[in-house]
Antibody, heavy 122, light 110 residues
Framework: QVQLQQSGPGLVKPSQTLSLTCAISGDSVSSNSVAWNWIRQSPSRGLEWLGRTYYRSKWYNDYAVSMKSRITINPDTSKNQFSLQLNSVTPGDTALYYC????????????WGQGTMVTVSS | QSALTQPPSVSGSPGQSVTISCTGTSSDVGSYNRVSWYQQPPGTAPKLMIYEVSNRPSGVPDRFSGSKSGNTASLTISGLQAEDEADYYCSSYTTSGTFVFGGGTKLTVL
């Protein structure tokens, strides 16, 4: 059974970097049939896809256009996990952040983490 | 990439059917059969209910069905039950190699 366990701080100061980690059990971050995503949810924006990392003989990333200048998603093969870094945060980045798996053959998010509420405030 | 358009709310009585629409563009819903639907009860993570427009993952009741015509996808729930009350979101893969979600629809079972 695949499970995703998120960790990271719930409070980040404006202009700083938001960092979250998603630990994978029951699957591999290096699997060539899935991708590993970050998605956030807020009352103002609803669900918003942020980006993903995946392995297809080498590592790739796809990012939402609106995030491209501030986001980095990295795999960590030694710990079987992946991370999100979002730079220069503002109160507008306050949201519930989810990690999720999408299967390459269906392009749908079939496994989700438990969610981490991140508040950007001084 | 603009969000897909869903009605903010729908409602129905137990046993009835409801349909939730999801309208996109030729760059997302209209381009691929990579439309999926998610159910989110309050305080929980979204759950995949439909993938590739009309396929159900194992364990999802056959009361849930999906379809697509042009740039609009639809989720139909037949034989409504109280436990179906939740927020529902559509999602589509896009020609840019990204994903886009709908704004969400709150289903109320009367």
């Amino acid at each position: 059974q695949v499970q995703l366990q998120q960790s990271g701080p719930g409070l980040v100061k404006p202009s700083q970097t938001l960092s979250l980690t998603c630990a994978i059990s029951g699957d591999s971050v290096s699997s060539n049939s899935v991708a590993w995503n970050w998605i956030r949810q807020s009352p103002s924006r609803g669900l918003e896809w942020l980006g993903r990392t995946y392995y297809r003989s080498k590592w790739y990333n796809d990012y939402a256009v609106s995030m491209k200048s501030r986001i980095t998603i990295n795999p960590d093969t030694s710990k079987n996990q992946f991370s999100l870094q979002l730079n220069s945060v503002t109160p507008g980045d306050t949201a519930l952040y989810y990690c999720a798996r999408d299967r390459y053959d269906i392009d749908a998010f079939d496994i989700w983490g438990q969610g981490t509420m991140v508040t950007v405030s001084s | 990439q603009s969000a897909l358009t869903q009605p903010p709310s729908v409602s129905g009585s137990p046993g009835q059917s409801v349909t939730i629409s999801c309208t996109g563009t030729s760059s997302d819903v209209g381009s691929y059969n990579r439309v999926s639907w998610y159910q989110q009860p309050p305080g929980t993570a979204p759950k995949l209910m439909i993938y590739e427009v009309s396929n159900r993952p194992s364990g999802v009741p056959d009361r849930f069905s999906g379809s697509k015509s042009g740039n609009t996808a639809s989720l139909t729930i037949s034989g409504l039950q109280a436990e179906d009350e939740a927020d529902y979101y559509c999602s589509s893969y896009t020609t840019s190699g990204t994903f886009v979600f709908g704004g969400g629809t709150k289903l109320t079972v009367l």
